[in-house]
């Protein structure tokens, strides 16, 4: 296994910079993403990794050896492209054989290993249009890990792939490489990818380095509103911070105030509401009931919202009486008492839209100028008119601006 270190790493062309001054530390057997828009130079870092091209400037270290100017086969790091690249008048034995020979190998314990680990032994004899686009993906892994890398390099292995396959076949990429315990760098666009299979990753912009961390850190504690919008749907809202009290943070927004667990002692933010997190109550709905939306299965029993409760003396605004037909739902926003917590914010809008997405729905709902998300799981049908929208403050991310 291999520790990679890229030190001020930076790939100019002509006036566009394509790197600019990466700096990265990936741990030896790590599946480490690169993720990122279109053109943020993350296939840039990846072919400059595997010494496909010489960077203008900077270092890259395997293992505390300096191979930036290093050819690619002696590096010993390995690239598989979107395009799988295989022979097609040579059987999967054949091909990942000649993968060997090109390095001057030709050992059959490690072409059987090889097709061991990605379970490929039954179609070893096949050609590979007789291989299903998935199958054809493992193919070339087991070419790529015969030769035993130091690194193994994957520029969007599954973008040819459909999404049920892509699902799929994340799942043996990640056991394939933990096998295996090769240091792994993945480059991809598609966030859902990072989130379920990554170790770590690094969220790309312009060529820099913009947050590293563990997908649920990156998630959950983005450092600017691109990461956060980046990482899945969000809620942005800009603000200004008014107050502290309790340890808690208020802040002025187009919706209302908001509370916040943490967040910048003052001046203007943008505060960030994941849709999962919102619980969400229409009228009808009874004094102590389910909320028809909330965090996800998984979440902590107290990060999801309850029944909502009277509003405590104190907070500005007068509650409306509640609607025909509303039980225990006081329509008026404000940081309310709810359940056995002490608060959580309410928020009062109007549906404007509906969308069934499966296992879950998604709201769009209006309030003031602002067109907030949120995700009802599992998926509430016909929502209409006005709903209350309750979250707590610790599930508000609030960043700097």
């Not at 927004?253 to 943490?262: D, K, L, P, S």
């Not at 967040?263 to 505060?271: F, H, N, Q, R």
Request: hydrophobic fraction near 40%; proline fraction near 5%.
């Amino acid at each position: 296994m291999t520790r990679l270190r890229i030190s001020e790493l930076t790939q100019t062309y002509g006036a566009t910079r394509a790197l600019n001054g990466v700096n990265l530390e990936i741990h030896s057997g790590e599946l480490f993403f690169l993720l990122g828009p279109s053109g943020c130079g993350k296939t840039t870092l990846l072919r400059t990794i595997a010494g496909l091209q010489l960077p203008s400037s900077g270092r890259i270290l395997f293992g505390g050896t300096d191979v930036t100017a290093v050819a690619t086969q002696k590096r010993n790091a390995v690239m598989c492209f979107q395009g799988y690249a295989l022979w097609p008048h040579m059987s999967v034995r054949e091909n990942i054989r000649f993968g060997l020979s090109v390095r001057g190998g030709c050992g059959e314990a490690q072409v059987q290993k090889a097709l061991d680990l990605v379970k490929m032994g039954e179609l070893a004899d096949r050609k590979p249009q007789e291989l299903s686009g998935g199958q054809q993906q493992r193919v070339a892994l087991a070419r790529a890990l015969a030769v035993q890398p130091a690194c193994l390099l994957l520029d969007e292995p599954l973008s040819n792939l459909d999404a049920h396959l892509r699902q799929e076949l994340r799942k043996e990429i990640r056991r394939i490489c933990r096998e295996a315990g090769i240091t792994t760098v993945y480059v991809t666009h598609d966030q859902k990818e990072a989130l379920s299979t990554a170790d770590r990753i690094a969220v790309m912009k312009d060529g820099r380095v913009v947050q590293v961390g563990t997908p649920q850190a990156l998630y959950c504690a983005p450092v600017n509103a691109f990461v956060a919008e980046f990482m899945g749907p969000t809620n942005l809202i800009d603000g200004e911070v008014v107050s502290r009290k309790d340890g808690q943070v208020h802040i002025a927004t187009g919706v209302g105030e908001i509370v916040a667990a943490a967040a910048p002692a003052s001046g203007s933010v943008t505060v960030s509401i994941r849709p999962e997190l919102i619980s969400l109550f229409a009228q009808g709905d009874a004094h102590g009931a389910s909320p028809a939306a909330g965090a996800s299965s998984g979440a902590p029993a107290d990060r999801v919202a309850g029944a909502p409760g009277a509003i405590p003396e104190g907070i500005r605004g007068t509650p409306a009486a509640a609607s025909p037909g509303a039980t225990g739902i006081r329509w008026a926003s404000g940081f309310v008492a709810a359940g056995r917590r002490v608060g959580v914010n309410r928020l009062v809008g109007t549906v404007v839209e509906d969308t069934f997405l499966g296992q879950s729905s998604e709201h769009l709902v209006a309030v003031g100028s602002e067109r907030l998300s949120v995700v009802s799981a599992p998926p509430r049908h016909g929502l209409k008119g006005d709903v209350a929208m309750e979250f707590a403050p610790a599930d508000v991310v609030v960043l700097e601006r």
